[in-house]
C-alpha cells in the first residue's frame, strides 16, 4: 500500500493497517486533495540531466568547502580522485550542478520537547520556502512527528499550500499534560495515544518519508529531508541505521538542524551529526532564531553549489551490497588549504533479478 493512497483513506483503514505491521501504520494522511496541484514539476532540460543511479554507473553529490566553510566553486575534475572499498574509480562525468529540480521533505518535531522552539521553527521554515522554491522546477512535502509521522501536506509545488501546512503545525499534548514536560494521571487503558503522541520516533520519520514521499520522486531530481529536531529519539521501531540506509537507497540527504529545549535534555549532537554526514549532508546547531534563519540560508546555498561525479565501479557484481565511498582531493594546494568534501558515505549495488518461476 502506497502514502498516496493512504491518504485517501478513512481513519478506520488505517487502523487495518497497524494490525498488519509497521510501514504505513507510522503514517497519518490528512489532506487527502492536496498532495498533487495542477502545474506538476516539469521534466528537466537536458543540460540538467543527471545519469540514473545503478550498479554500472553511481552519481555522487558532493560539496567543496575551505576552513572558513565557505564553498567553493572552481573545483576541477582533476583536483579530486574517487575510491570505492579503497579502490580508486574511473570517473566518467564531472560538473558542476546548480540548477536541478529539487524534491524536500520538510520534518518538523512536535513532541514535547519541541514545545517552545516551535513557533521560531516554522517561521524559518516558511521564509526558507519563499527563498528556495522556484513553482516551476521544485516540489515540497511537509511531514510533523512525535511518536508517529503525519503528512501534513504531499508533494506539491503550491507555496501557498505550504505555509498554510507549516502554519497550522502545532504541539499536541498528550493526555494528562500540564506543561513544562509534566504529566499527571495515566493513560487511557483503551490505547496507548499518552505514549505515542508525547514521544519522540525520529528514525521512523525519515524512514518512512525516505521510503514513500522521496523514493518515489521523479529520477532528474536533488531530493533532500532537512529534519528539525532536538536529536533524542524516544520511540522509533526503526534504529538510525535503519533511517541512514533509507535515504541511501532514495538517494535522500539529511540536513539536519538541531534544536531542542535545555529544559528537557538539549540536543542530541551526535545523532543529528551522524544522520546528516553519513548521507551526505550536514548538521547545523543554532542557538537562537536568528541562527536558525542562517542555517536555513546555508542549505539553501549548499543545494545550489554542488558538484555531480559519476563514475562507472570496477566491481561490476550484481550482490546488493554496501560499497563504500570515498572523495580525496589531489590537489596539493587544496590539501595545504585543508578543502573538505561533504558527500553520501556510500551505496547498495543493484541485486540479481530473480529468474521467473517456471
Do not use: C
Not at 79 to 92: A, R, V
Not at 261 to 267: A, I, K, P, R, T
Request: charged share 25%.
Amino acid at each position: 500500500m502506497s502514502l498516496r493512497y493512504k491518504v485517501l483513506v478513512l481513519s478506520a483503514a488505517i487502523s487495518m493497517v497497524v494490525a498488519l505491521g509497521f510501514g504505513f501504520s507510522h503514517i497519518r494522511a490528512q489532506q487527502a486533495t492536496t498532495t498533487k496541484t495542477t502545474a506538476p514539476t516539469p521534466t528537466p532540460t537536458p543540460d540538467e540531466e543527471v545519469i540514473k543511479v545503478d550498479t554500472e554507473v553511481v552519481n555522487v553529490l558532493f560539496t567543496a568547502q575551505d576552513q572558513r566553510r565557505r564553498l567553493l566553486t572552481d573545483l576541477k575534475q582533476e583536483d579530486i580522485k574517487i575510491l570505492e572499498d579503497g579502490k580508486e574509480q574511473p570517473i566518467s562525468t564531472f560538473s558542476r550542478q546548480i540548477d536541478l529540480p529539487l524534491s524536500l521533505a520538510i520534518l518538523i518535531d512536535t513532541s514535547a520537547s519541541q514545545e517552545r522552539t516551535l513557533p521560531d521553527e516554522k517561521s524559518a521554515a516558511i521564509q526558507f520556502l519563499d527563498s528556495v522554491v522556484r513553482p516551476s522546477k521544485d516540489e515540497v512535502s511537509v511531514i510533523s512527528f512525535t511518536g508517529e509521522s503525519t503528512l501534513e501536506q504531499g508533494m506539491t509545488n503550491n507555496l501557498a499550500r505550504l505555509r498554510r501546512s507549516i502554519d497550522s503545525i502545532h504541539f499536541v499534548a498528550p493526555s494528562g499534560y500540564i506543561g513544562g514536560g509534566v504529566v499527571v494521571g495515566t493513560p487511557p487503558i483503551s490505547g496507548t495515544n499518552r505514549d505515542v503522541t508525547g514521544s519522540t520516533a525520529i528514525w521512523d520519520a525519515i524512514w518512512v518519508t525516505s521510503d514513500e514521499v522521496l523514493g518515489p520522486a521523479p529520477d532528474k531530481t536533488r531530493r533532500a529531508i532537512i529534519l528539525l529536531s532536538d536529536g533524542v529519539d524516544t520511540f522509533s521501531r526503526k534504529k538510525l541505521n535503519d533511517a541512514v540506509n533509507a535515504a541511501i537507497r532514495s538517494e535522500t540527504i539529511v540536513y539536519s538542524i538541531g534544536i531542542g529545549d535545555n529544559f528537557y535534555s538539549g540536543v542530541d549532537r551526535g545523532s543529528m551529526t551522524k544522520i546528516a554526514e553519513r548521507t551526505g549532508g550536514r548538521a547545523f546547531f543554532p542557538q537562537d532564531a536568528s541562527d536558525l534563519r542562517k542555517a536555513f540560508e546555508q542549505i539553501q546555498l549548499e543545494m545550489r553549489s554542488q558538484y555531480l561525479l559519476a563514475y562507472e565501479p570496477l566491481n561490476q557484481n550484481r550482490d546488493g551490497s554496501y560499497r563504500n565511498i570515498q572523495i580525496q582531493v589531489v590537489n596539493p594546494q587544496m590539501q595545504k588549504d585543508k578543502v573538505q568534501l561533504t558527500h553520501r558515505q556510500g551505496y547498495f549495488a543493484r541485486s540479481a533479478p530473480v529468474p521467473p518461476k517456471k
